[in-house]
């Protein structure tokens, strides 16, 4: 048992062991001997299997080996999703991932079900950000060994205002339970709040997520059929909760240039119809994008609704409307 004063409630077992030497049939075999031992002292926590450092279709490679020969008890199946472990790959490059993070998501669900013990088990997301590298020996690159490290600012620019809500958008219609940023403290790259500059300041990366735990992770949503006629640039989520407001996130993450690498992204204007969702007194809009304030976040601004509204986003950015 932990001998923290705060109980630890969910346990790992191993970190992304496809990453560490570990194969399938071995993790099976340490799963089930682990977990019952952890359990017979203390049956109240919970237990999250794999957490698979996910890249080249690992989830074929492990998941179904796992599904099939695991007898101990499962309570969360994980994985981790990261676009890039390349600074200078483009942002059409990393853009072009996220489809594929729900692609994994939807696999990994279907082949839970081909076992009644696992039918139910969700899947989280429990590492999630654009760039996997980090500096190694000599201010080398770890994923690159013959580069010199370069800090991908990506993670907490304006293309983070694009990237993390189509993220988030793709991941949560394909069923993810959960979505977890690595990490909190971090620089450019990493961290929703920079410790690496003099003073520590708060960076784009936290409003973001930030505004889509307020907004989403606080309620039960119903997802609603969004279709949009540009899906290859603008990500469209729409969900409304019984007798309450009805959200619509409108993400633009068309790349400006196929040479970009942090671009500024390309505008786009959209419209919004949700006529056929009977009439609105009442709406709010909220924006996210390179003209946000790091320092205060974006402010909620009235809208009137109307059947048809026009959202205006001026490159990488997300807006998100509110309407009673």
């Known amino acids: 048992m932990s001998p923290s004063n705060d109980a630890i409630g969910y346990w790992g077992i191993y970190n992304e062991p496809n990453g560490n030497g570990i194969t399938a049939s071995e993790y099976v075999q340490m799963y089930n001997t682990l977990v019952p031992a952890m359990l017979a002292v203390d049956p109240t926590i919970k237990i999250v299997a794999l957490e698979l450092s996910d890249y080249g279709n690992q989830e074929q490679q492990y998941v179904p ?4 020969g695991v007898t101990a008890h499962v309570d969360v199946l994980a994985t981790h999703f990261y676009s890039s472990c390349n600074q200078s790959d483009s942002d059409t490059q990393v853009m072009s991932t996220v489809p594929g993070f729900a692609s994994g998501v939807q696999y990994i669900y279907s082949q839970l079900a081909t076992n009644p013990a696992t039918a139910k088990v969700p899947v989280w997301i429990l590492e999630n950000n654009v760039n996997a590298d980090y500096e190694g020996a000599n201010g080398m690159s770890t994923c690159n060994p013959s580069q010199v490290f370069v800090d991908d600012h990506r993670g907490s620019s304006a293309f983070f205002a694009a990237w993390r809500p189509y993220v988030y958008s793709q991941v949560g219609k394909a069923g993810a339970q959960a979505l977890y940023h690595w990490s909190y403290q971090g620089d450019q790259q990493y961290g929703e709040y920079n410790n690496s500059a003099s003073t520590g300041t708060l960076q ?9 735990n307020k907004y989403f992770g606080q309620t039960q949503w119903q997802l609603l059929s969004a279709a949009s ?6 990500e469209v989520l729409a969900v409304q909760q019984t007798g309450g407001p009805t959200l619509v996130m409108v993400t633009d993450h068309a790349v400006a240039s196929a040479s970009d690498n942090n671009g500024a992204g390309a505008p786009r204007t959209v419209l919004v119809d949700v006529s056929a969702l009977g009439t609105f007194t009442s709406g709010k809009e909220l924006v996210l994008d390179a003209n946000t304030s790091p320092t205060a976040g974006p402010s909620e601004t009235p809208i009137t609704p109307a059947g048809q509204m026009q959202v205006t986003l001026g490159g990488y950015g997300t807006t998100i409307l509110t309407l009673q």
């Open 65 to 68: 080996t796992f599904v099939q």
């Open 204 to 212: 784009l990366s936290y409003w973001v997520d930030y505004w889509l």
């Open 229 to 234: 006629n540009d899906d290859a640039e603008i």
